[in-house]
C-alpha cells in the first residue's frame, strides 16, 4: 500500500452532526417541495436560509435556522407567494435582514434567531430588492430597481426610512446587485443594466455618499453584453471584482462566466470569462480573509434545464486558483445562488437541486461545505473551462438622480413548517427523529491495516458500506445477519475512510477509520 502520514483523532460519529467542512447537509422533509436560495452561517454556526416552500402550485417564502449540531431552530413560510428570495445579510446580535422579490413587489424583513419578525415592508411598484449592506452607525441601505428607475433606500436600524434616492442610467432596465460600504463609510453600488431591448447589457459602479449623493460613476460595457450579479471587495487590496456572466440574453447557451476586477475608484483592472459549451454563469461572489475571491455558479454540459454546480477561487487580480464542478455528464440539476465565508462555518454555498438529493429527490434546501479546496464527499465532475477576456470600455457620464418616495404595506402572519437535516453524501439523516445513535456498534482495530472487525451489541448487521473521503464507495457487502462482522480492506490505499453500517430493524451509524501501511 501507498505510504500515507495522517494525525486524526478517531471517534464514532453516530450522525455526523458535528462534521462541518467538506460535506454536504440538506434540509427538508419528504413531504415537502422546497427551494433554497440564499444563506449564511454566523458567528455561533448557525445557519440561516432563505428559500421558498411549494404548497399546491405555490411558492411561499420560506425562512430557516438551524443549530450548528444541525437541530432546527425554527423554519416559517410567509402567508404570500410568488416571490423569490434575493438577499440575506448577518446584522448582528442575533438579527438577520432579507429580501424577496416579485418582479413586481419586494420585501425587505428582520427577524431574529427565534423567528420573531422584528419589523418587515412589503414594497409596491419595486421590481426587486436585491443587496443589503449596514454602515459603521448601524444604518442599512437596500438597493433594487423597477424597469428603469435604481433606487437606494436608506433605513434606521428599526426599520424607519431615512430617505429613498432614484438613479436613472439611460436603460431599458436596471437591477441594483450589490451593495458595499467602503472604508470611508460611503456607499459603492453595482447595477446590471439592459439597453436596446436587451442586445446591449452593462455593469455601473455608483459611488454615493452617506446622504445619497453621488461621488462618481462608472459603466462598463463592451461589443459583448455582460451582466454583474454580485460584487465583493478585497480586503487586503481594496480591489472590487464583479461576478456575472456575459453573452447574448436572447440566447443563454451563450453565456459564459465572467469577472471583471476594478480598483477601489473603480478603475478598470481587468475581465475574465470562463466557458464550456453551453450556459455558464456566476451567482455570487465572496471576499476570503486571507485574500482573494470564491463564487458560486452554474455550468451546463448539456443544452438541457438544470446543471452542475460550479465553484471558483481567484486571486486578488482575478486570477483563477481552482475550479470545482459537482454534478453529472448529464447536468442532474444543481444551482447554488449564495456562498458566504464566516469564521464559523469556513466556505458554505446554498442552493439546491437533484445532484445532492435526500429527503425529495432534490426539492430540499442545500448547504455544501468545503474545505479549503473546495471539496465536498461526493458527484465530484471533472470539467474543463476555456478562458478569454473582453475588450472593455469605461463611460463616466453622471447619472440624474432624486429623492421620491415609496408606498409599502406590512406582512401578514407567518406559517411554523418543520424540516430536519441530512447528509445526502452518506445517506444518513443527522438531527432528526430518523437519526439513530448506535454507541453499542464498534469498530477494531482503529486504525487498521486492513483487517476490520464489527461487533453491534443487540443488534443485526444487514450491510456495510465503506466510502473514500471523497464519497466514493470503495467496498460495499452484505452483513452477517449477526452481531458481528468483518470487513477486508487490505488491498485498500492508505488513509481514512468512513464506515456506514446498517441493522436488520433500519438503524445506521457512521464511522471514521484509518487504513495504514
Known sequence: ??????????????????????????????????????????????TIILGRHSKQ????????????NQVQKFSISLNTTGYVASKLIDAGNGEFIGTYSSGVNAIILK????????????????AD???????????IYVAGGFVQNLYLIKLLANGSILWVKQYQLGSNYVFGRGLIVTPSNNVLLMASST???????????????????????????????????????????????????????NNANTLNAFTLLVDSAGNYI???????????????????????FVSSGLCKPQEICGGNGMFIKYTDMNDTVLTRVYGAQSGQGAIFQDIHYSNSGGIVAFGGGSTFGYWNN????????????????????????????????TDTTMLSESGVS???????????????????????????????????????????????????????????????????????????????????????????????VESVSGKRGVHRVLITD
Request: aromatic share 8%; glycine share 8%; hydrophobic share 40%.
Open 57 to 68: 402550485g405555490q411558492d411561499y417564502p420560506l425562512i430557516s435556522c438551524f443549530d450548528a
Open 362 to 393: 432534490g426539492s430540499e434546501m442545500e448547504t455544501l461545505r468545503f474545505n479549503n479546496n473546495l471539496e465536498v464527499n461526493c458527484h465530484r465532475y471533472n470539467q474543463t473551462l476555456t478562458k478569454s477576456s473582453l475588450s472593455i470600455l
Open 195 to 249: 439597453y436596446m431591448g436587451g442586445t446591449s447589457n452593462r455593469i455601473s459602479l455608483l459611488h454615493i455618499n452617506p446622504n445619497g449623493t453621488m461621488i462618481w460613476k462608472k459603466t462598463y460595457y463592451s461589443n459583448v453584453g455582460f451582466v454583474g450579479n454580485d460584487i465583493a471587495r478585497s480586503p487586503k487590496t481594496g480591489h472590487y471584482l464583479i461576478a456575472g456572466y456575459s453573452g447574448n440574453l
Open 1 to 46: 500500500m501507498k505510504q500515507f502520514f495522517i494525525l486524526i483523532a478517531i471517534f464514532i460519529i453516530p450522525t455526523l452532526a458535528s462534521s462541518q467542512s467538506n460535506s454536504v447537509i440538506n434540509y427538508g422533509d419528504s413531504t415537502q417541495l422546497l427551494i433554497g436560495e440564499k444563506g449564511v452561517v454566523d458567528q455561533s454556526g448557525n
Open 406 to 500: 415609496l408606498t409599502y404595506t406590512n406582512l401578514g402572519e407567518v406559517v411554523l413548517e418543520h424540516l430536519k437535516a441530512a447528509d445526502p453524501c452518506l445517506q444518513i439523516p443527522l438531527s432528526s427523529s430518523d437519526a439513530v445513535t448506535m454507541t453499542t456498534c464498534s469498530v477494531y482495530p482503529n486504525p487498521s491495516r486492513g483487517a476490520i472487525q464489527l461487533h453491534m451489541s443487540g443488534e443485526k448487521i444487514a450491510g456495510i458500506v465503506v466510502y473514500d473521503i471523497m464519497g466514493k464507495v470503495v467496498h460495499s457487502q452484505e452483513g452477517s445477519r449477526m452481531d458481528k462482522d468483518r470487513i477486508d480492506m487490505r488491498s485498500a490505499m492508505s488513509g481514512v475512510y468512513i464506515l456506514r
Open 129 to 139: 430588492l436585491e443587496s443589503i449592506a449596514i454602515d459603521n452607525t448601524g444604518a
Open 111 to 126: 427577524f431574529n434567531l427565534a423567528g420573531d419578525i422584528l419589523w418587515s415592508k412589503v414594497f409596491n411598484n419595486v
Open 270 to 292: 481587468n475581465n475574465m470569462v470562463l466557458g464550456y459549451i453551453w450556459w455558464d454563469a456566476h451567482y455570487a461572489v465572496e471576499a476570503l480573509p486571507e485574500g482573494g
